[in-house]
């Protein structure tokens, strides 16, 4: 049984050792190592020893199996992970990009793992395949992510409390401490490798991992240091589609089930220790400091009752259609009993379950990004725009309104996925509009042009509008899963498939085959670019063909500036006779001139 310490914040008790005598609650929580998220990013902690890191493996031994990646249930073997090299054959690589951490990630530390074998997934195949369940994982079962603004009262409750118990859950993975190199030579000298990475939580994970995939490099010359790995390159939907999968299934897995007989008491006003006790290992204690130790609807008041993690497998992340209420985000949405109403005297978010929500890897937290976040030290107040704040931008020439339905017609009238240079300098592009970077009136890229998903930002604001920390709110899975959404439509619109990816001339981490960093176990961009069918979900109200009942009424097909593609060539046999025939009477028409 391992216990790890919360420290509350702010006027919530502390059960201090010196104080057990006034103790009223000891609070355990029954972390049922089943429901454990099988992927996400960074590293399991069960391939942070010593031997695992000195070998670089992480092939674990899955529950119930005797051997590496469950090989001796057929599930899956130990391998070498190819990863393919960043080199000049790439059209974005520069030297200096060899001392970024992030280069052929996750090679500094692993370069074997569990290869699993048909629907078995995980990083010890432990695990189904996002779309499968079953012991077998031959069970197919699609989810249906809704309309947020649809939902019962009871359903849009259930997704606050989902995000907010996920903030007391100690993940199975844990994140660097220091980087690679620092960790490498620690290893090399055998000392211990608890210290060299972080605990977190399963919400704060999802928070780090953006994070470290939008930061720049450390440590290098400004002018050298931009490298984002899931926004500014063609990649953009797909990163964000894995990385929605691997959430929703952490969330499902989030979940306090009330049973038996344990008192909650949050009467008093001295601060809190809680402690959390896990199956997954035994022994000793992991201590999380300054970490958010609130519980839902509990302030107050006592409730009896034991609490273990359930697993909610019929949870879908909803979307929240920002077109249906340009001006401001739908009461709704932003209410003090959902995702709270900004006090417009400091921006700070306010309700019942985002009062002092607290917030990492913020550039005051890193040292405006030029140190690695620790998840445990953290800040109180998610923060939004005033109005005040609002206005000041439209002075300066910003349109601060959420995008229309018109605006996501625009963006999916392009057959394009992407086109060179496949960053956010393309134009006349799906991929490119629906990030945000081009006009939607001319389909052209311009300076400071922020539209569809990036303008969701920026009318939100606060953490929102910081791109590294901007999944601190709560707000982001639903603005991503809308986005996932406008993705979808797209890919059923046109059938492409990831053949439209380019291998080599997108930014690094971008291209076809790039693996999505910092995701474990790895998947490749390639491996995003099919239908949510395929990952075993699908969203309300679009059909097969990508159609929904707000598309567009009218028979606008313009693009904007940009050309027209020319009409699909559908056979090319015409084309052959044709070059047959001119062939064969050219030499002919020769002959008879030369008589």
């Known amino acids: 049984m391992t216990c790890f310490r919360l420290v509350a914040i702010d006027g919530i008790q502390s059960l201090a050792t010196d104080k057990m005598n006034t103790l009223k609650t000891i609070l ?55 990863i393919r090299d960043w080199n000049y054959s790439y059209s974005y690589f520069e030297q200096f990009q060899n001392n970024d951490e992030r ?10 793992t569990c290869k699993c074998n048909g629907n078995f997934g995980g990083y010890d195949c432990g695990k189904c395949e996002f779309g499968y369940r079953g012991i077998h994982c031959t069970k197919k079962k699609t989810l249906t992510r809704r309309n947020f603004l649809k939902l019962s009262a009871q359903e849009k409750d259930r997704y606050m409390r989902y995000i907010n118990e996920s903030k007391y859950f100690l993940s199975d993975y844990v994140v660097s401490a220091k980087f690679y190199e620092d960790i490498n030579k620690d290893v090399e000298a055998g000392k211990d490798p608890s210290g060299l990475f972080f605990n977190v939580s399963n919400y704060d994970l999802f928070t780090w991992m953006h994070y470290y995939s939008a930061r720049d490099t450390i440590h290098l010359q400004v002018a050298k240091t931009n490298i984002d790995f899931a926004h500014d390159g063609q990649g953009f939907p797909t990163w964000h589609r894995l990385y929605l999968l691997a959430w929703e299934r952490t969330l499902q897995a989030s979940v306090f089930r009330v049973s038996s007989e344990v008192n909650f008491d949050f009467g008093h006003a001295h601060k809190d220790i809680i402690l959390l006790k896990s199956r997954a290992s035994s022994g000793k204690c992991v201590y999380m400091e300054n970490y958010p130790a609130r519980l839902p609807d509990v302030s ?6 034991t609490s273990e993690i359930a697993n909610d497998e019929d949870f879908a992340l909803p979307y929240w259609d920002w077109t249906e209420n340009p001006t401001q985000c739908n009461s709704i949405i932003c209410s003090e009993d959902l995702l709270g109403v900004t006090d417009q005297s400091n921006g700070e978010v306010k309700g019942k379950y985002l009062d002092k929500w607290r917030v990492i890897c913020t550039k005051e937290l890193t040292n405006g990004l030029t140190k690695l976040c620790n998840p445990n030290v953290n800040i109180s107040g998610l923060k939004r725009n005033t109005e005040k704040e609002k206005e000041n931008e439209v002075k300066n020439g910003r349109n601060m309104t959420f995008p229309t339905n018109d605006d996501v017609s625009f963006a999916l009238r392009f057959g394009s996925y992407d086109v060179p240079p496949y960053s956010k300098e393309s134009s006349c592009n799906f991929r490119n509009i629906l990030e945000g970077y081009t006009s939607v009136k001319t389909g052209y890229r311009l300076p400071k042009e922020n539209n569809l998903h990036n303008r969701v930002h920026i009318v939100i604001g606060g953490i929102m509008g910081d791109v590294p920390p901007a999944s601190n709110d709560p707000i982001f899975p639903l603005h991503h899963s809308f986005v996932d959404r406008i993705y979808e439509k797209w890919l059923r619109k046109f059938g492409k498939d990831a053949s439209v990816l380019s291998k080599f001339n997108a930014p690094m981490g971008h291209n076809k085959n790039d693996v999505i960093v910092p995701m474990f176990p790895v998947y490749t961009h390639q491996e995003m670019f099919r239908k949510s069918l395929d990952f075993g979900y699908e969203y309300e109200d679009v059909d097969e063909k990508g159609n929904s009942p707000e598309d567009e009424r009218g028979h606008d097909s313009s693009l904007g500036d940009c050309p027209v593609p020319c009409p699909p060539v559908t056979s090319g046999v015409p084309g052959m006779w044709l070059r047959w025939l001119l062939m064969l009477v050219i030499p002919l028409w020769q002959l008879l001139f030369a008589y």
Not at 300 to 305: A, C, D, E, M, S
């Open 300 to 305: 107050g008041h006592t409730k009896r009752g």
């Open 103 to 112: 280069h052929n990630w996750p090679h500094a530390l692993y370069n074997r």
């Open 28 to 82: 355990c929580f029954l972390l049922v190592a089943a429901a454990l998220p099988w992927t996400s990013g960074q590293f399991p902690r069960v391939c942070t020893t010593l031997e695992n890191l000195k070998n670089k493996t992480c092939c674990p031994i899955p529950k119930h199996f005797a051997e590496p990646c469950g090989s001796d249930g057929n599930r899956g073997t130990c391998e070498e992970l190819i």
